[in-house]
């Protein structure tokens, strides 16, 4: 199962390489997420169609200065995974503890970086010395 996880997340972030882009010269944060069905939330996606469930996320993600990038349903851990582009924390921290009030999902958010993000980021490192040399 594992495994599995690891080649859905392979998939992800493949597929949404271009979701990656920076918008103008505004700094936005992505955030890959895992959003995993209740009970209650698996029979409110039994009463309503997977598109209409992903309209109303999108709706919900814009509603907080947000928008939705990617969205696939790993029917095997009744979950989704996919990836959210926000203005600051201060959006993704609103989104994770309203979706989590509603009790129909736990979502967890992981912040990731564009591979030019992390060039930069290990540009840095090489100039940082650890604590221990300090």
């Not at 690891?6 to 895992?34: N, P």
């Not at 509603?63 to 203005?87: I, M, R």
Request: with cysteine; glycine share 4%; aromatic share 12%.
């Amino acid at each position: 199962m594992f495994s599995r996880t690891i080649t859905i997340v392979s998939l992800l972030l493949t597929l949404s390489t271009t979701a990656f882009a920076q918008q103008g010269d505004q700094a936005r944060h992505k955030y890959f997420f895992r959003a995993v069905y209740t009970a209650e939330g698996m029979k409110d996606l039994q009463r309503r169609s997977a598109t209409a469930l992903r309209a109303g996320v999108q709706k919900f993600d814009e509603s907080a200065g947000c928008k939705l990038e990617a969205w696939y349903f790993d029917y095997t851990e009744s979950a989704n995974y996919g990836f959210v582009d926000c203005p600051d924390e201060i959006a993704m921290a609103t989104i994770s503890a309203t979706a989590n009030a509603a009790g129909f999902v736990r979502v967890t958010f992981r912040p990731v970086l564009t591979p030019e993000e992390m060039d930069k980021v290990l540009a840095r490192s090489v100039a940082t010395r650890p604590p221990q040399q300090q």
